[in-house]
């Protein structure tokens, strides 16, 4: 069974950075394109970034545009979201999934389109 697995979240302050990690064993992720969505508490799931799988594209949300970066690392079959000046709002869950849709505008962050999930890493922006 395909199976992600998100890495990298914790407990940073206000105005921090961190690097989330989105992997997979036994799945090459070279093949797809991968979205990140985050869940905040009560809260529905929202789209944050995600990446072609040829690279040539990003996207991201509004939140988040100038602070955080995607990337992918074919090497080690990892996708990367760097995660800068890091507000309270930020604070969530975030999971990385396979973007069926390509990450491309008509399509973007549509949960519908993305196949697989992991079980999400948590982020909490608080001083």
């Known amino acids: 069974q395909v199976q992600l697995v998100e890495s990298g979240g914790g407990l940073v302050q206000p105005g921090g950075s961190l690097r989330l990690s989105c992997t997979a064993s036994e799945f090459t992720l070279n093949y797809y394109a991968i979205a990140w969505f985050r869940q905040a508490p009560g809260k529905e799931r929202e789209g944050v970034s995600c990446?072609?799988?040829?690279?040539?594209?990003?996207n991201y949300a509004d939140a988040v545009k100038g602070r955080f970066t995607i990337s992918r690392d074919n090497a080690k079959n990892t996708v990367y979201l760097e995660m800068n000046s890091l507000k309270p709002e930020d604070t969530a869950v975030y999971y990385c999934?396979?973007?069926?849709?390509?990450?491309?505008?008509?399509?973007?962050?549509?949960?519908?389109?993305?196949?697989?999930w992991g079980n999400g890493t948590l982020v909490t922006v608080s001083s």
């Open positions: 999934a396979t973007d069926t849709y390509g990450c491309y505008d008509l399509f973007l962050f549509r949960v519908d389109g993305m196949e697989y």
């Open positions: 990446i072609s799988n040829s690279n040539e594209i990003t």
